[in-house]
């Protein structure tokens, strides 16, 4: 089972603030102990959203719309990805996360992904499953 654990930005993510060398250091031990644990999949944060752009389809078409998108009640400042036996053992991950507002009150959120076979049989699942998710993997 994947799970993401996704960083909620802040006005200080988006003004393209850096973390704090004590943030950083908790980042890296907390990663450290996800890889030594075999769980890691990825983990990255994002710049902002002034650096980053959508594409949104209207009438059928594509419309590049460049950020910022201030309009956005909850933008996402970065993620850790993780495979786990069960939700169980993703949530006592989640709950060793580092506060990524230190000693403001805050939330991660945890998703987890669908895997293919969440969708049922189906050609186009195993076409993807053949020509794709085996080639990335």
Known sequence: MRFMIIVKATPA???????????????????EELVRAGVLLDANGLKPTSKGFRVQYSGGKPVVIDGPFAEAKELIAGYTLIQVNSREEAIEWAKRFPNPQRDEDCSVEVRQLYELDDFGPSAAVEQMREEVYAKIK
């Open 13 to 31: 993510t988006e003004a393209g603030r850096m973390p704090g060398e004590s943030m950083l250091k908790a980042m890296g031990a907390f990663h």
